[in-house]
């Protein structure tokens, strides 16, 4: 999608603002004993409040309102009956519609009391996407997120998962520009138009490169397995740079 008017944006950042507040009021009523239905019933309860409607639901007819992965699930995580303990790590992943107009975004939480080393992996997951982020800039390559992203991984020994992507996102939750590798990608010849809207959302881990399905339709483990976080927003590429979406409210 290529941002046209005023009111475009403006209904972009609302449902970018709604799925914010998701992850936001998910994130701090998760703590040991809860399940992950449990939490996902608190992120539906967000966004129908806000007149808004899970993306995956109604797109995809997946099984929840969101995507709650944990320990060895990496994405797409079903809610159900599992429960969450002391030092898991969990990722939720928030995309929802709200007039038309859809949004992404997520984030990775260790439960207290937590590992350093997974603490130092959440702290370089949230590092890795801002480095992907300062790269989004209208008229420069694609291909410079992958870049930079993929060179923060080198330099502090991390692994990329390299076929979990970003994607352009807007009308639809999943449309162009599709598949926007958050690793170096010497194929990548597109160009970030002024307005485009996509999302960037590196999956950084302490050994895994590939994502594979497991018994169910939906969740993806790490392979190999090893710890893995996503951090997820959606932006607009501007001639300033870029333009977060996915902000709280109090959060500009």
């Known amino acids: 999608m290529i941002i046209e008017t005023e009111d475009e944006l403006l209904k972009l950042k609302e449902i970018g603002r709604i799925c914010a507040n998701a992850i936001q009021i998910m994130a701090s009523s998760m703590e040991p004993g809860i399940t992950t239905q449990e939490l996902d019933d608190i992120g539906r309860k967000v966004l129908e409040s806000a007149g808004a409607r899970s993306a995956p639901e109604f797109c995809y007819q997946f099984p929840g309102a969101t995507c709650i992965s944990v320990n060895e699930e990496i994405a797409h995580g079903i809610p159900g009956s599992r429960i969450i303990r002391p030092g898991d790590l969990v990722n939720i992943d928030v995309s929802a519609e709200k007039d038309g107009f859809f949004s992404d975004t997520g984030a990775s939480f260790v439960v207290p009391p937590s590992k350093s080393k997974l603490d130092k992996l959440c702290r370089d997951g949230k590092r890795a996407l801002w480095v992907g982020l300062n790269q989004v800039k209208s ?74 399905g497991g018994d169910d339709a939906w969740t993806l483990y790490a392979d190999p397995q090893a710890p893995t976080v996503q951090y997820e927003h959606t932006v607009v590429a501007t001639r300033n740079g870029p333009m977060i979406l996915t902000l709280p409210d109090g959060q500009t």
């Open 139 to 212: 008229g420069e390559p694609l291909a410079k997120i992958g870049q930079a992203i993929g060179a923060f991984a080198a330099k502090n020994r991390y692994t990329l998962v390299a076929n979990l992507a970003s994607h352009g996102v807007g009308r639809s939750l999943h449309e162009e520009p599709g598949e926007l590798s958050t690793w170096p990608d010497p194929s990548e010849k597109r160009i970030m138009t002024d307005g485009l809207v996509f999302t960037v959302e590196p999956f950084l881990s302490l050994g895994a490169t590939w994502a594979e």
